[in-house]
């Protein structure tokens, strides 16, 4: 599992589920109405939340553990406040 989980890997992915919430908020913004683009964010959405979640816990206790990379420290800290704006929406 160490061997999964490394600087760069890590960083891909916290980037990735940042990306994809920021592209959700302009899509609802812009008020971009494709049935596509719907079809699409109605199947991910779910799964890339659930993610957020445990790719915070694992980015804690991977900048707990390991060295602390400045571009893994940047990534974590932007799904932490993706996070508490995903989930603060929601109230």
Known sequence: MNKLI???????????????F????????YK???VLIGVFR???TIPFLLAQIVFLI?????LIKNQKDFLTLVS????TICT???IGSFF
């Open 6 to 20: 490394t600087n760069r890997n890590l960083t891909i992915i916290n980037f990735g589920i940042v990306f994809y």
């Open 22 to 29: 920021i592209l959700i908020y302009f899509i609802n913004f």
């Open 32 to 34: 971009i109405d494709f």
């Open 42 to 44: 109605e199947l991910l």
């Open 58 to 62: 694992i980015g804690i206790i991977f």
């Open 76 to 79: 974590v800290l932007a799904l």
């Open 84 to 86: 508490f704006i995903t």
